[in-house]
């Protein structure tokens, strides 16, 4: 089967509802946290796709049974700090930066030497970011110059510590947080803003956590040593899975999509603020809170035009994996966009600010890129008419599916490689987008 697809042809005009996969960092942190929990934990709409299946294998390896079923997944823990596994165990975290970050704080206090791989992707990103501050529990790691593959021997004392996160890492707190979970006495943490659903499920587990939330920082205490209970969880759709298709409805002409059960945290929910900032509305609806998750529908309507914006950087971490679709909206509002502080964005599966600017000049757009900044000059009368060909990009899945996007608003005949790629967090991105009535060979 080839490993491109195909698109010459914009989208017709829909008006549809959907339902969308489970919210990947939901899926990858239950995963953990039932490893850690006493007994059976049961999870409903959990995530089917590569990240998730690296998780359960990576915890079976660490003696962790798991019975993955149609609709459900079942996790057998064997309670705190309770691995069980050979010496010189590899665990292959695939392409999840998620999963190699934060299985690494559970490890701090497995004895045992393992080994953790990942990917041509994964390994070219950082892991100093948690391994500095994982020694400091007492933990030892080998890193292949702050990359993977790494060598874990953990610390059978491990002590708390204070920690101070500055990049806005969701993964480096969460890393941490998981190995204070295990440590007895409490550590402190002071992060920049970055999404919650960490300090939600360990709220929801009744374990001891404070969190005192400042204007630009959160204050986090964990004290360890407390037993998990099982933890049974629905999990609701991925906002940045939705991303793809709130931005082809707002895009499209005349199209309206309803999508149900979103995970509206206001630490993923940037993309809305951004649109929102950029005259684009989409209604929520049905608002619930689901064990501590905000939960709702989201209505989105067609624009024709739109504004560009000058992006607050407080919006950039609730945003940070939709941004090669945020600049896409930008390549047709009516001026100049400028999006700054954005330097994380080159740490993730691709360097992906280098590879917003790329998709946009493929396009027409003209851009002026900086190592942390780009600005947009977008073209409201925007109309591909050229051939595109999108390859090399690390099979990163967003720049893939961004480009499908891309395609099918502003025509050109497009040819996009590594289709494979959804499988990371979206395998049934193709399928979905076919239901909508889009052409893609
Ligand atoms: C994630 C945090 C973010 C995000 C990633 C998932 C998480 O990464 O980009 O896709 O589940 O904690 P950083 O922590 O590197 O910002």
């Not at 970050?101 to 100093?128: A, Q």
């Amino acid at each position: 089967m080839a490993n491109f697809i195909k698109i010459s042809k914009t989208i017709e005009p829909f008006y549809r509802s959907l339902s969308i996969e489970g919210d990947k960092s939901l899926s990858i942190r239950w995963a953990l946290l039932a490893s850690q929990a006493k007994g059976k934990s049961t999870c409903k709409n959990i995530l089917r796709s590569e990240d998730v299946i690296s998780t359960l294998k990576c915890l079976k390896k660490l003696g962790i049974n798991y019975n993955l079923k149609k609709n459900s997944c079942e996790i057998f823990g064997n309670g705190l700090n309770n691995f069980n596994y050979k010496e010189n165990t590899i665990l292959d975290a695939g392409n999840s930066g998620t999963l190699s970050r934060l299985i690494l704080g559970l490890l701090v206090h497995s004895e045992k030497k393992v080994f953790l791989k990942g990917d041509k992707s994964l390994s070219k990103r950082d892991f100093l970011r948690v391994t500095e501050p994982l020694k400091k529990f007492g933990a030892r790691f080998k890193t292949n110059s702050g990359k993977l593959p790494i060598t874990v021997i953990g610390t059978k004392f491990p002590k708390p510590i204070k920690y101070h996160e500055l990049k806005g890492s969701a993964q480096c707190k969460s890393s941490v947080m998981l190995a204070a979970l295990n440590t007895k006495g409490t550590t402190f943490i002071k992060a920049k803003k970055s999404r919650t659903h960490t300090e939600i499920l360990f709220k929801n587990l009744k374990l001891s956590i404070k969190v005192k939330k400042q204007k630009n920082f959160d204050f986090i205490k964990v004290k360890g040593g407390k037993s998990i209970r099982p933890l049974n969880y629905s999990i609701p759709s991925d906002i940045s899975s939705c991303a793809f298709f709130i931005v082809l409805a707002a895009l499209s002409k005349n199209s309206f999509l309803r999508i149900k059960n979103v995970n509206i945290n206001s630490s993923r929910t940037g993309i809305l603020e951004i649109l929102k900032l950029m005259g684009i509305s989409i209604e929520i609806k049905r608002k619930k809170i689901y064990k501590g998750e905000k939960v709702a529908d989201l209505i989105i309507r067609s624009k024709e035009t739109i504004k560009p914006i000058n992006c607050p950087k407080k919006l950039n971490s609730a945003a940070i994996d939709e941004f090669l679709l945020i600049f896409l909206v930008s390549a047709k509002a009516k001026g100049i966009s400028y999006f700054k502080d954005l330097s994380e964005l080159n740490q993730k599966e691709s360097p992906r600010l280098l590879w917003g600017a790329k998709i946009l000049n493929k396009m027409g757009i003209k851009t002026v890129l900086t190592k942390n900044s780009i600005k947009i000059y977008g073209n409201p009368k925007i109309q591909i008419k050229k051939n595109i060909v999108i390859k090399n990009f690390l099979k990163d899945h967003r720049v893939f599916m961004s480009s499908v996007v891309a395609a099918l608003v502003f025509g050109g005949k497009w040819k996009i490689y590594d289709k494979v790629s959804i499988k990371t967090s979206f395998p049934t991105f193709i399928s979905k987008i076919k239901s909508l009535g889009a052409v893609v060979t």
